[in-house]
């Protein structure tokens, strides 16, 4: 289907469509970034804002990196659908993400790589991107859509597995598994792990003690 046609038929659902992001389920939780209530809100009901706050979260702060899809709604005025970031002006939607403040450390790559996220869920996800792990059957097959993702390496998309799985209740079989350590119950690795402040903390501290080890391995023999 086109980005034309997806355009077409999403622009009278779009609000629709954002508020569905999935089924919260049995033990699931609301996304509770250092953020904004509002940026908050839009994560937790919008797959594509959630999508390309995910995107952006690298080499930059998380409150950055989640503060973004908001901060892009308001420049463009409204909540844009895929299709309509699908067929955005490169030169125009890198405008966009670079006025000040700018939407990322790097915002004209990654207003290129949000676009190619956009197009591919409109060639393979008819522009509904919930219906990545909607359909997904495993998780196995849920961490290979992600993997399949602009800008999703491997350590990120195991994390938004297990986002979807520990905050949003997607839990197609065999998930927790696919996410690797990010799936294990009680960890505070990452993004998938933030509930609340206490939760925040933890996960500083394991990421600041990932980059003492790695700083002390570099460091030359005494």
């Known amino acids: 289907m086109s980005a034309r046609a997806v355009r077409q038929r999403s622009t009278l659902r779009a609000y629709v469509l954002?508020?569905?992001?999935?089924?919260?389920?049995?033990?699931?939780?609301?996304?509770?970034?250092?953020?904004?209530?509002?940026?908050?809100?839009?994560?937790?009901?919008?797959?594509?804002?959630?999508?390309?706050?995910?995107?952006?979260?690298?080499?930059?702060?998380?409150?950055?990196?989640?503060?973004?899809?908001?901060?892009?709604?308001?420049?463009?005025?409204?909540?844009?659908?895929?299709?309509?970031?699908?067929?955005?002006?490169?030169?125009?939607?890198?405008?966009?993400?670079?006025?000040?403040?700018?939407?990322?450390?790097?915002?004209?790559?990654?207003?290129?790589?949000?676009?190619?996220?956009?197009?591919?869920?409109?060639?393979?996800?008819?522009?509904?991107?919930?219906?990545?792990?909607?359909?997904?059957?495993?998780g196995d097959e849920l961490l290979k859509r992600v993997s399949a993702l602009p800008g999703f390496g491997a350590q990120k998309a195991q994390i938004f597995v297990a986002l979807l799985g520990k905050q949003f209740g997607v839990r197609p079989r065999g998930w927790r598994e696919a996410a690797g350590k990010f799936g294990a119950k009680g960890s505070h690795l990452s993004v998938a792990d933030i509930s609340d402040a206490d939760s925040l903390a933890r996960v500083r501290s394991y990421k600041q003690e990932l980059k003492a080890a790695a700083k002390a391995a570099k460091a030359p023999a005494s």
Do not use: C
């Not at 089924?23 to 839009?42: F, H, K, R, S, W």
């Not at 067929?87 to 949000?114: C, N, Q, T, W």
């Not at 956009?118 to 359909?135: F, K, N």
């Open 18 to 138: 954002t508020t569905r992001l999935i089924d919260p389920g049995e033990g699931a939780v609301t996304m509770a970034m250092p953020v904004e209530p509002e940026a908050n809100e839009l994560l937790s009901r919008s797959p594509l804002a959630l999508l390309i706050g995910m995107v952006l979260d690298q080499q930059v702060p998380l409150e950055r990196a989640f503060s973004a899809p908001l901060d892009l709604v308001r420049r463009l005025g409204h909540e844009p659908t895929v299709a309509e970031l699908a067929d955005f002006d490169p030169v125009a939607l890198a405008g966009i993400f670079s006025e000040r403040p700018a939407l990322h450390r790097y915002p004209k790559a990654m207003a290129g790589r949000v676009q190619d996220l956009a197009r591919l869920i409109v060639d393979q996800y008819d522009g509904e991107p919930e219906r990545l792990w909607t359909t997904a059957k495993t």
